[in-house]
């Protein structure tokens, strides 16, 4: 684990002598290390990211601040998220291959992590706001999300080893802490980091604070998070932590990663894709002149929960080496039925979940610390606060009348009709 005394921050000079200095890098690298190139790229909330190019090839380099970057010195985190972040890397590396960038160097002291630069890959983010669509997305997200859960899950795992897996992510309790209160509690409760666009959703946000069946349900929601280990979670599965071309998908930042409730990152997917929706009104230039984005993205929603299912039901009657429903219990043709029909109802059960957390993802995303591109970037504030609405009344459904959303396709009708709607805005 990182030790406090052992590390700097590597700023650019700092960083090609200890780049220079690792025999395996400096030859990935290749030619004169005085004259890579060092561009720091971290656009995210937590870390430093550079990107740094040789004559051969090129690295990113992540280091872990003993901050939260966009608040600062105040707020401070610890280092150790960049070992839980390698440990994450690896684990996915193992168990959903090639949709994570290659891991080239650790060192625990400096909280560094060098590994494979993604090139000319974007953050699906900011394709989405230019109406890219992706084509390979669905079977490379849906690969990912259904591997890395399964395989460490109770349902692949002997008991032992799915506890030790808890325990090897249960230091990363600062992580999700930040989860805790960011997601499930500030925007519930007068937080002075909150923010939303002002006046015009002054009145929902007031409903947010006020609303005793809200505070139930993400309380539930919130339970849920915090004492659910069924298997590693990614832990920050936005469209900002997916890299994309149009072929190819690479996921990153695994830093909040622990062992919670399989729901969560479903939800965080679908509650991402969701949001880039309702946001497209707001980055049009003519009418319907985004449409056919619009419909990629709905049609996105629904086969990414349909190819999950598949993928981890197939996984399950193909791979159930755990020690949850021993085989011994299941013996026969009425065994083997009764076991396809509890399959059948614990994804029921885990569309339920993600419904809820999707509905909190997106809630805080409009009413809590950190916002998105998807709507940030849409400058007209009355036609961000619409745009907003309208994915925050598909949210407030998704959590107070979760039973209601039996199948995807409930959600994606939903939106659908709210495309267009015109809420009442505070002024
Ligand atoms: P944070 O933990 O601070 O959110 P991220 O891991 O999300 O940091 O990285 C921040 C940014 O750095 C990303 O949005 C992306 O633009 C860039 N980045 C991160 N990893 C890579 C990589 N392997 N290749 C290319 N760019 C990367
Ligand atoms: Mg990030």
């Not at 994450?88 to 891991?103: D, I, T, Y």
């Not at 666009?197 to 946000?205: K, N, R, S, V």
């Not at 997917?269 to 049009?284: I, Q, R, T, W």
């Not at 998704?398 to 409930?410: C, N, Y």
Request: aromatic share 10%; hydrophobic share 50%.
């Amino acid at each position: 684990m990182a030790q406090a005394g052992d590390y700097r921050i590597l700023h650019e000079a700092d960083l090609r002598d200890y780049l220079a200095g690792v025999p395996d890098l400096n030859a990935l690298l290749g030619g004169d290390p005085a004259v890579w190139p060092i561009t720091e790229v971290g656009d995210g909330n937590l870390n430093l990211v550079f990107i740094v190019k040789g004559a051969k090839g090129g690295v990113a380099v992540k280091q872990a601040l003993p901050y939260v970057r966009l608040v600062g010195e105040s707020w401070p985190l610890p280092l150790s998220r960049a070992h839980y972040e390698f440990l994450a890397l690896s684990r996915q590396a193992e168990l959903a291959p090639g949709l994570v960038p290659a891991l080239l160097h650790h060192n625990e002291a400096l909280a560094l992590t060098v590994m494979e630069l993604l090139e000319p890959h974007i953050i699906m983010r900011k394709g989405m706001v230019a109406a890219t669509q992706y084509p390979g997305f669905v079977d490379d997200i849906t690969t990912f999300m259904a591997r890395t859960p399964f395989f460490t899950s109770d349902l692949a795992r002997s008991a032992a080893e799915k506890k030790q897996g808890i325990a090897a992510f249960a230091g990363n309790h600062a992580l999700c802490k930040i989860t805790e209160d960011l997601i499930f509690t500030d925007p519930y409760r007068v937080a002075e980091q909150n923010r939303w666009t002002a006046p015009y959703l002054d009145a929902l946000a007031a409903e947010l604070r006020d609303n005793m069946e809200l505070h139930v349900a993400v309380s539930r929601l919130k339970l849920k998070f915090m004492a659910s280990p069924e298997a590693l979670l990614h832990g920050d599965l936005h469209t900002g932590s997916i890299m994309v071309t149009e072929r190819q998908m690479r996921v990153i930042d695994p830093e909040f990663a622990f062992y919670g409730p399989m729901g969560f990152d479903i939800g965080a997917v679908l509650a991402n894709l969701l949001m880039a929706y309702f946001a497209s009104a707001g980055h049009e230039r003519a009418p319907g002149d985004r449409q056919a984005f619009e419909g990629w993205v709905l049609e996105t929603v629904e086969k990414v929960w349909a190819e999950f299912a598949r993928k981890f039901l197939d996984l399950w009657r193909a791979g159930a080496t755990g020690d949850a429903y021993p085989a011994s219990l299941f013996a026969g043709e009425t065994g083997a039925a009764r076991l396809e029909a509890e399959r059948q109802a614990y994804m029921q059960r885990l569309f339920a979940d993600a419904v809820g957390f999707a509905a909190a993802k997106t809630i805080r995303r409009i009413f809590g610390l950190a916002h998105n591109i998807d709507f940030e970037l849409i400058e007209d504030s009355k036609k961000r606060a619409i745009c907003e609405a309208r994915a925050v009344r598909l949210a407030r459904a998704m959590m107070l009348e979760t039973a209601a959303f039996r199948t995807v396709a409930d959600v994606t009708g939903t939106a659908r009709k709210l495309r267009d709607w015109m809420p009442e805005l505070s002024d």
